[in-house]
């Protein structure tokens, strides 16, 4: 008898079944069997399996499975199927498996990194076989996953009905009790929230490396400096997961007393979400400056070896700060809370934008909400972009929130003051600037693109609008005055 089958003797019929036993797979099980689910598993690595069964998951209601038929053979109809592989072609590899093995009505879920492109395609080709789809960001890691993950599902609507209970069960709950887990919409919708969720993570550690370097580099502070710093500053309404940490990794001493911290090569890994939220906002055409610049600053750094032999030929040393400290330490403060909400800001506003190019129809209340608890974004700061969406769904953006403009015109000077700063020291702010120029941009009523267009016009014959005609009306210069009157197609790409 298999190990599948007296499992199957001694639990009966699992509720879910899940695929991928690395650690986020493992503590989803856990976390789910926990909650009083019974889960079936199976890895393509059937060893994995064994030694799962027969570790970590020993007494416990769970199911080992040997092949993809013996998974099948262990759920309960309709069958859910919860994959936890590597992103790509893995996936697209496990749901033709999958579709000769389960039955019209049967659930597969996609619960890893996957591009929303590919969510929206596989979604429409899993329900042309008669199953439901569901594409799932999981944020938190693997603690996370193992105690409270933000869970930000779409897909299939029908699905919701049988995946609901278990993904809410599972998920993280924020303060006061909301369950950080809610049906985001149809096809990619799960995964775009979960990839703009990546980053706007990308922009918030920027940030905070930015805060770090100017206190390191500008003010000559130590890591225990530092440290203090950061806890005090998580009682502030930057009270969040990745200040908490930041804190923590400044007090961390390795066996021999020196900070694990001033050891760690100045080369950061990135594995593309950030990247594709960028790339999105060009598709959009929605200015998502600050995430940008943190996709190029972890390119940047990458580029360790010529950054190194840049600075031997551009040498320059920053001069020592002359200032009141602490109250520059208050300015960065307030410099960093400013470019976090513009970072949330041109997040949203990606959001919906994508949501009338896909027809999705996004709660972005719900969404601040479910990254409230469990994520690796997780702050305080999100409920009070619940409340603003809250009393305004159609709030276009949340720096027109009587709460965020209220805040905004008090952190302006100082955010002004330490770019100002970090230019003349010659601190690299990257994240920081590119805030503060879109907030200087997007509340600017006369911007310099009459000119652009003027330009545009003379050389392409691309047509303008004027300001003193109605909207919408195409006009053409001849500037040359041997160009001729014929003007080119108006269009935006």
């Given at each position: 008898m298999t190990n599948a089958n007296i499992a199957n003797d001694l639990h009966g019929k699992a509720d879910i079944g899940l695929i991928g036993l690395a650690v986020m797979g493992e503590n989803l099980v856990m976390n789910m069997e926990s909650k009083g689910f019974t889960v079936a598993v199976y890895n393509r690595t059937v060893e994995k399996v064994d030694r799962f069964i027969s570790g970590r998951a020993a007494g416990k209601n769970i199911i080992g499975c040997h092949s993809l038929e013996g998974l099948k053979d262990s759920l309960k109809a309709p069958r859910k199927v919860f994959l936890m592989?590597?992103?790509?072609?893995?996936?697209?590899?496990?749901?033709?498996?999958?579709?000769?093995?389960?039955?019209?009505?049967?659930?597969?879920?996609?619960?890893?990194?996957?591009?929303?492109?590919?969510?929206?395609?596989?979604?429409?080709?899993?329900?042309?076989?008669?199953?439901?789809?569901?594409?799932?960001?999981?944020?938190?890691?693997?603690?996370?996953?193992?105690?409270?993950?933000?869970?930000?599902?779409?897909?299939?609507?029908?699905?919701?009905?049988?995946?609901?209970?278990?993904?809410?069960?599972?998920?993280?709950?924020?303060?006061?009790?909301?369950?950080?887990?809610?049906?985001v919409g149809e096809n990619g919708a799960g995964?775009?929230?979960?990839?703009?969720?990546?980053?706007?993570?990308?922009?918030?550690?920027?940030?905070?490396?930015?805060?770090?370097?100017?206190?390191?580099?500008?003010?000559?502070?130590?890591?225990?400096?530092?440290?203090?710093?950061?806890?005090?500053?998580?009682?502030?309404?930057?009270?969040?997961?990745?200040?908490?940490?930041?804190?923590?990794?400044?007090?961390?001493?390795?066996?021999?007393?020196?900070?694990?911290?001033?050891?760690?090569?100045?080369?950061?890994?990135?594995?593309?979400?950030?990247?594709?939220?960028?790339?999105?906002?060009?598709?959009?055409?929605?200015?998502?400056?600050?995430?940008?610049?943190?996709?190029?600053?972890?390119?940047?750094?990458?580029?360790?070896?010529?950054?190194?032999?840049?600075?031997?030929?551009?040498?320059?040393?920053?001069?020592?700060?002359?200032?009141?400290?602490?109250?520059?330490?208050?300015?960065?403060?307030?410099?960093?809370?400013?470019?976090?909400?513009?970072?949330?800001?041109?997040g949203f506003s990606l959001m919906r934008s994508a949501a009338a190019t896909y027809g999705w129809d996004l709660n972005y209340g719900g969404i601040a909400l479910m990254w409230r608890g469990g994520c690796i974004i997780r702050s305080a700061f999100l409920g009070k972009i619940r409340e603003a969406f809250d009393k305004d769904p159609a709030l276009e953006n949340i720096l027109m929130?009587?709460?965020?403009?209220?805040?905004?015109?008090?952190?302006?000077?100082?955010?002004?003051?330490?770019?100002?700063?970090?230019?003349s020291a010659g601190i690299p702010v990257p994240a920081f600037s590119s805030a503060l120029t879109w907030f200087d941009g997007y509340t600017t009523d006369n911007l310099p693109a009459n000119l652009l267009q003027a330009q545009r016009d003379y050389f392409g014959a691309h047509t303008y609008e004027r300001n003193d005609r109605p909207r919408g009306e195409a006009f053409h210069t001849n500037w040359t005055g041997h160009g001729g009157d014929t003007a080119s197609s108006g269009y935006n790409a």
């Open positions: 592989v590597r992103a790509g072609q893995a996936v697209d590899d496990f749901i033709d498996k999958l579709l000769e093995v389960l039955e019209p009505g049967d659930i597969i879920i996609d619960g890893g990194n996957s591009h929303f492109p590919d969510t929206i395609r596989r979604t429409k080709y899993v329900e042309s076989k008669g199953l439901l789809y569901v594409g799932t960001g999981v944020s938190g890691g693997e603690e996370g996953a193992l105690k409270g993950p933000s869970m930000m599902p779409g897909g299939s609507p029908e699905a919701w009905q049988y995946v609901g209970p278990i993904f809410r069960a599972i998920s993280a709950r924020a303060e006061n009790g909301d369950i950080c887990c809610e049906w995964h775009f929230v979960k990839m703009v969720h990546n980053g706007i993570e990308y922009g918030d550690m920027q940030l905070i490396c930015e805060a770090y370097q100017l206190m390191r580099d500008g003010l000559g502070m130590s890591n225990e400096e530092m440290h203090d710093v950061f806890a005090a500053w998580n009682e502030t309404e930057l009270d969040s997961y990745l200040i908490e940490i930041t804190r923590d990794i400044l007090g961390y001493k390795d066996g021999n007393g020196e900070a694990t911290l001033d050891h760690i090569l100045d080369k950061a890994g990135q594995k593309g979400t950030g990247k594709w939220t960028a790339i999105s906002a060009l598709d959009e055409g929605v200015p998502l400056t600050l995430i940008t610049e943190a996709v190029f600053a972890r390119c940047l750094s990458a580029a360790k070896d010529e950054r190194v032999r840049a600075s031997s030929l551009y040498q320059r040393e920053i001069p020592a700060f002359e200032g009141d400290r602490e109250a520059f330490i208050e300015a960065i403060r307030k410099a960093l809370y400013a470019s976090k909400i513009v970072s949330y800001a041109q929130d009587e709460y965020f403009s209220g805040v905004m015109k008090d952190l302006v000077a100082s955010w002004r003051e330490v770019v100002a700063y970090a230019v």
